[in-house]
């Protein structure tokens, strides 16, 4: 337990240091780093250790986190309404549109390697049909974020968006309204989010770990 919480408070120290990083990662993510980093001091003598290594420590997270931050669109299956209607937009970032992803101006388009972007999509709109949802929200930018904190950031933005109609038109049926995988009891999870013109898709069954479906 001393080395735990030793471990802990290592990691709150960086996170101190490091404000953009502590938005933009994932807690889990930085002590996995971490971890890997601090292997090259076993069986070092802890009197040798100083202030350098410390230095080289908090410049070591600044590269790995500018490595991995960026500006990330982020998919997210939904429950919104079952009748058609057209793609609408909640403030400046959130836009959900129906089913008709193929012609969407988002859809890879192209051959050759575009041909994994399109999987990803394809896996996630199978799970969409499998859980009855027929919209997908389109966060339009989450910045400075890698790519597992975008996706929490890009989930709570979703619920925030799905409060609206259902304040807004407390006589309708709105209970249902949700994320896929906040209120059906899916076994599963998947997401799709693209930075740099390049799409990233990833599934993990919700009592384990992530597992990549197609990253590029």
Known sequence: MPGHQAFADLTDCLLDRLPAMERGSTYADVQTELFSFIERYVEREPSRIAGIDAEELVAHFARWFAGKASSRRVFVPCL?????????????????????????????????????DRRGFDDLLQWMRDGDADWLARVVSVD?????????????????????????????????????????GTFEKRTVSEAGGYHSADGRAKSSGWRSAAER
């Open 144 to 184: 400075g974020c890698e790519q597992r904190r975008a996706e929490e950031i890009a989930e709570l933005a979703v619920d925030l968006a799905i409060v609206v109609p259902q304040l807004s038109a407390p006589l309708f049926d709105t209970s249902s309204m949700a994320r896929l995988d906040a209120r059906r």
């Open 80 to 116: 919104i309404i079952r009748t058609a209607a057209p793609r609408f937009e909640i403030g400046r970032r959130l836009r959900s549109s129906t089913l008709i992803v193929k012609t969407s101006d988002f859809w890879p388009h192209g051959d050759g390697e575009i041909v994994l």
